[in-house]
């Protein structure tokens, strides 16, 4: 298993470099709606977090840690530039990264996150995710009912059992849940740095979301001081999977600046 597992599509080696990056408990298919709007003008970077997807799992999280291992396959793909799409937990990693390795990242786009600290917001997603008993499971539609018990938000529960699969009869996660759970306070805690970044920045926000609010600015502002914030009529937190071709108009607009 890849210390990250990556896709990446594109039909020029000529094109610039874009990388999308997916939240917690998510896959790189998570943003395939925002991807296939980009792979015309760019060669599209979708990569699985550590702990996710296909990606190899870690002994401990933090931000520096997997930004570190995204940037080494970077280096490993020869990538001397490219721009960043980050949306939850993809964007706090892209903002780390970003915040590491100025000189690599044109331009850094964060969807619906700040780099502050959170309160807990998954204790039920966690209860959830307990409930569902692998190894007693036969079908995923019992994975959902024991996951419905604390999970009541049905596209909630759709977006968790994709990460659900079997192997030789054996119900598995895809992501790293003891990990996760484990390390969940490290997860949303603030993204910190001694020197800002100073590239361009879009935040865009969820309309009906409360994870980017006004009170976070002075933190963006002090991290990111070359950074607009946009925001994304009638959408949530998932505003990339709601709004897809508005969220990929304002990338659009912003990346060609």
Same mark, same amino acid.
């Given at each position: ?46 990569i699985d977090l550590p702990d996710h997807g296909k990606s190899a799992a870690t002994q401990s999280f933090s931000f520096e840690h997997y930004a570190e291992l995204i940037h080494t396959l970077i ?28 000189? +690599? ?6 969807? %619906?996150?700040?780099?502050? !600290? &959170? ?6 997603? @966690? ?74 920045? +879009? ?6 979301? %409360?994870?980017?609010?006004? !009170? &976070? ?6 991290? @990111? ?33």
């Amino acid at each position: 298993m890849n210390a990250v597992n990556y896709q990446i599509h594109s039909d020029s080696a000529d094109k610039p470099w874009l990388m999308l990056i997916h939240g917690l408990f998510g896959s790189l298919d998570n943003l395939s709606a925002l991807r296939r709007q980009f792979t015309d003008s760019y060669q599209v970077l979708s990569i699985d977090l550590p702990d996710h997807g296909k990606s190899a799992a870690t002994q401990s999280f933090s931000f520096e840690h997997y930004a570190e291992l995204i940037h080494t396959l970077i280096n490993s793909l020869k990538i001397t530039k490219l721009s960043v799409v980050g949306h939850s937990l993809g964007g706090k990693v892209a903002m780390q990264l970003a915040l590491n390795q100025n000189e +690599l990242i044109n331009h850094l786009v964060v969807l %619906d996150i700040a780099p502050v !600290e &959170y309160s807990a917001r998954h204790s039920n997603v @966690f209860r959830g995710l307990n409930n569902v008993v692998l190894a007693d499971i036969t079908s995923r539609k019992e994975a959902d009912v024991a996951l419905a018990r604390y999970v009541e938000d049905i596209s909630t529960r759709q977006f968790l059992l994709k990460s659900l699969y079997n192997e030789n009869d054996i119900w598995k996660w895809r992501f790293n849940l003891e990990l996760l759970q484990k390390d969940y306070a490290k997860i949303s805690s603030a993204i910190t740095s001694v020197h800002p970044y100073e590239g361009p920045v +879009l935040f865009l926000k969820g309309e009906h979301s %409360d994870y980017l609010l006004a !009170e &976070y600015k002075p933190a963006v502002v002090q991290l @990111f001081p070359n950074s607009q914030s946009k925001m994304v009529s009638r959408a949530g937190h998932w505003l990339h999977a709601e709004k897809p071709e508005i969220c990929g108009k304002l990338i659009s607009a912003f990346l060609i600046k």
